[in-house]
């Protein structure tokens, strides 16, 4: 199994970046697709989320800032930031877990740092 993740790098506040991971390995389809993210010194915590069905769930600080999406034809999930703010600096990860909670991957991490 392999979450490839991409897309990160250094943004000046109120900018946009599009975050994308590739999994290779999973029946996609079965698996809730998420992004996670840890700051310096920080626990990682959920950003956003989005099952096989296409649900999707945002934590309270990214609502109508981000947006997730899934292509199950490339087996892609995707993390559209828009409007970020120096406090969303952090490194982001790729989360596969199966509907059933059987199993779970994390991808490597994609740096995101926002400063002007």
């Known amino acids: 199994v392999q979450l490839q993740a991409s897309g990160g790098g250094l943004v000046e506040p109120g900018g946009s970046l599009r975050l994308s991971c590739a999994a290779e390995?999973?029946?996609?389809?079965?698996?809730?697709m998420g992004w996670y993210r840890q700051a310096p010194g920080k626990e990682r915590e959920l950003v956003a989320a989005v099952s096989g069905g296409g649900t999707t769930n945002y934590a309270d600080f990214v609502k109508g800032r981000f947006t997730i999406s899934r292509d199950s034809a490339n087996n892609t999930v995707c993390l559209q930031m828009n409007t970020l703010k120096p406090e969303d600096t952090a490194v982001y990860y790729c989360?596969?877990?199966?509907?059933?909670?059987?199993?779970?991957?994390w991808g490597q991490g994609t740096l995101v740092t926002v400063s002007s």
């Open positions: 390995g999973i029946f996609f389809d079965l698996f809730i």
């Open positions: 989360n596969a877990k199966r509907w059933d909670n059987v199993e779970g991957y």
